[in-house]
C-alpha cells in the first residue's frame, strides 16, 4: 500500500491502518480481559463480499458496541472461530469497514475525532441535537455519503439511534436499503450496558459476558416490499420488535429503566 493512498473520504489509508492498530491493543483487553466476549458468526463474517454489506444492529453505548465490533469482524477475517483471542489479527484490517454515528458525538474530543478518521460516517440526526429534540430534513449529502461508504465496502448502523431499547427504528435505514440494495445481515448484540458507561469509554463492572451474536443475511425484495415492511423485519432481525417486550419481566425492565437514568449522558 502506497503511503499516500486514500479512501473516498479523503483519509489516508496507512493512517487509518496504524491508528486502527494502536485503538485496536488500547481496547482489546475490554472485551477480553476485564470482560468477555461471547462470539456467534464469524463464518458468515467471512462468506460476505467485499462490499455493499450492510450490518444492523441494537445499540447500548455510544462507543464501545462499535470497537467490539470491528474487533469481531478484523478477528473472522484473520481466521478466527467466534474469538478475538491473539491481537495479531490487527496487523492487517479490512480499512473499508464504516460505522454510521452522529456528528456532533464525533466531533466532541480528540478521542472521537480518532474514532471518527477510523471509520466514522458523520451525518446530521434530523430528531436529536445538543440534547434537545429537533424536526429537521435529511441531508442528502448524509444519504449519498452511506451510498459511497456501501460502494467501497462494509457499513455498520444502529437504526434506533438511541442506546435505549425497544425505540421505533428510524425509516432512513429501510430507505438506504431499497435505495442501494445492499446484503443486510443482523447483529443482536447484550452485555456492553452493564460493562460500560453509557458512553462506551468507561469501564462500570468487571467479569461481564458480552455477546455478539450474527445473524444470517436476510432475504429482502427491494422493489416489492415496503419501507414498513422492512423496518418490522429489521426489528424482529435485531431482537427489538415490541412483541419481545412480552417475554421480559415488568421488574427486570423497570430496573434497566432506573440505571439508564441514572447513567444517561446530559450535553
Same mark, same amino acid.
Given at each position: 500500500?502506497? &503511503?499516500?493512498?486514500?479512501?473516498? !473520504?479523503?483519509?489516508?489509508? !496507512?493512517?487509518?491502518?496504524?491508528?486502527?492498530?494502536?485503538?485496536?491493543?488500547?481496547?482489546?483487553?475490554? =472485551?477480553?480481559?476485564?470482560? #468477555?466476549?461471547?462470539?456467534?458468526?464469524? +463464518?458468515?463474517?467471512?462468506? &460476505?463480499?467485499?462490499?455493499?454489506?450492510?450490518?444492523? #444492529?441494537?445499540?447500548?453505548?455510544? @462507543?464501545?458496541?462499535?470497537?467490539?465490533?470491528?474487533?469481531?469482524?478484523?478477528?473472522?477475517?484473520?481466521?478466527?472461530? +467466534? #474469538?478475538?483471542?491473539?491481537?495479531?489479527?490487527?496487523?492487517?484490517?479490512?480499512?473499508?469497514?464504516?460505522?454510521?454515528?452522529?456528528?456532533?458525538?464525533?466531533?466532541?474530543?480528540?478521542?472521537?475525532?480518532?474514532?471518527?478518521?477510523?471509520?466514522?460516517?458523520?451525518?446530521?440526526?434530523?430528531?436529536?441535537?445538543?440534547?434537545?429534540?429537533?424536526?429537521?430534513?435529511?441531508?442528502?449529502?448524509?444519504? /449519498?455519503?452511506?451510498?459511497?461508504? &456501501?460502494? +467501497?465496502?462494509?457499513?455498520?448502523? !444502529?437504526?434506533?439511534?438511541?442506546?435505549?431499547?425497544?425505540?421505533?427504528?428510524?425509516?432512513? /435505514?429501510?430507505?438506504?436499503?431499497?435505495?442501494?440494495?445492499?446484503?443486510?445481515?443482523?447483529?443482536?448484540?447484550?452485555? @456492553?450496558?452493564?460493562?460500560?458507561?453509557?458512553?462506551?469509554?468507561?469501564?462500570?463492572?468487571?467479569?461481564?459476558? %458480552?455477546?455478539? %451474536?450474527?445473524?444470517?443475511? &436476510?432475504?429482502?425484495?427491494?422493489?416489492?416490499?415496503?419501507?414498513?415492511?422492512?423496518?418490522?423485519?429489521?426489528?424482529?432481525?435485531?431482537? %427489538?420488535?415490541?412483541? @419481545?417486550?412480552?417475554?421480559?419481566? %415488568?421488574?427486570?425492565?423497570?430496573?434497566?429503566?432506573? +440505571?439508564?437514568?441514572?447513567?444517561?449522558?446530559? =450535553?
Amino acid at each position: 500500500m502506497g &503511503l499516500f493512498k486514500r479512501n473516498p !473520504f479523503g483519509h489516508n489509508l !496507512f493512517m487509518k491502518r496504524w491508528l486502527i492498530r494502536i485503538l485496536g491493543l488500547m481496547t482489546h483487553s475490554r =472485551y477480553k480481559g476485564f470482560n #468477555s466476549l461471547q462470539i456467534e458468526g464469524s +463464518d458468515i463474517v467471512r462468506s &460476505l463480499p467485499e462490499n455493499n454489506v450492510l450490518f444492523v #444492529s441494537n445499540h447500548q453505548t455510544y @462507543f464501545a458496541d462499535v470497537v467490539a465490533m470491528l474487533h469481531v469482524f478484523y478477528a473472522s477475517l484473520a481466521g478466527r472461530e +467466534d #474469538s478475538i483471542k491473539n491481537v495479531g489479527y490487527l496487523w492487517n484490517p479490512k480499512l473499508n469497514i464504516y460505522y454510521v454515528a452522529a456528528k456532533e458525538t464525533m466531533s466532541k474530543s480528540l478521542l472521537t475525532r480518532l474514532l471518527a478518521y477510523a471509520g466514522s460516517i458523520s451525518i446530521e440526526r434530523t430528531w436529536r441535537a445538543d440534547g434537545k429534540d429537533v424536526n429537521r430534513q435529511v441531508k442528502m449529502s448524509d444519504i /449519498t455519503n452511506i451510498g459511497t461508504a &456501501l460502494d +467501497d465496502g462494509w457499513v455498520i448502523t !444502529f437504526p434506533q439511534g438511541t442506546t435505549r431499547p425497544w425505540k421505533p427504528l428510524r425509516k432512513g /435505514t429501510a430507505h438506504i436499503i431499497k435505495n442501494y440494495k445492499p446484503i443486510v445481515v443482523p447483529v443482536v448484540i447484550d452485555g @456492553f450496558r452493564r460493562s460500560f458507561d453509557r458512553k462506551g469509554l468507561y469501564i462500570k463492572k468487571k467479569g461481564i459476558l %458480552q455477546s455478539i %451474536q450474527i445473524k444470517e443475511p &436476510l432475504e429482502i425484495d427491494y422493489e416489492k416490499e415496503s419501507v414498513a415492511d422492512i423496518i418490522e423485519k429489521l426489528e424482529y432481525a435485531i431482537e %427489538q420488535h415490541p412483541s @419481545f417486550l412480552k417475554v421480559i419481566p %415488568q421488574e427486570e425492565l423497570a430496573a434497566y429503566e432506573e +440505571d439508564h437514568r441514572k447513567r444517561e449522558w446530559r =450535553y
